[in-house]
């Protein structure tokens, strides 16, 4: 069993930054790709971007890509999410998730997901 718990979300302008941390309990982290979901309100939730179990491969959304960076130790179980440039498109509630399968981009394909955390990015 793995619980996974975010944190770091908050108000900032356009065009700021954020950093957002996923914090895995358990001692089988390293086992697991790492994926970050969001979900604007009236939206389905979509995938941003993936890291493999050892942070060696990573896959990203096109439209967050350049601006956002994955990247985890597994040494604290944590991943994060750091995210540069942002706009008011960014705007949702972002979840991490853990899987062992080989589909990233379905958050359906996860083993576990975290409650979320919201990030509102003001014009």
């Known amino acids: 069993q793995v619980q996974l718990v975010e944190s770091g979300g908050g108000l900032v302008q356009a065009g700021g930054s954020l950093r957002l941390s996923c914090a895995a309990s358990?001692?089988?982290?390293?086992?697991?790709?790492m994926g970050w979901f969001r979900q604007a309100p009236g939206k389905e939730r979509e995938f941003v971007c993936t890291?493999?179990?050892?942070?060696?491969?990573?896959y990203y959304a096109d439209s967050v890509k350049g601006r956002f960076t994955i990247s985890r130790d597994n040494a604290k179980n944590t991943v994060y999410l750091q995210m540069n440039g942002l706009k008011p498109e960014d705007t949702a509630v972002y979840y991490c998730?853990?899987?062992?399968?080989?589909?990233?981009?379905?958050?359906?394909?996860?083993?576990?997901r975290g409650q979320g955390t919201q990030v509102t990015v003001s014009s």
């Open positions: 358990g001692r089988t982290f390293r086992r697991y790709a």
């Open positions: 998730a853990a899987t062992t399968g080989r589909e990233y981009v379905r958050i359906e394909a996860y083993n576990y």
């Open positions: 890291i493999s179990w050892s942070g060696g491969s990573k």
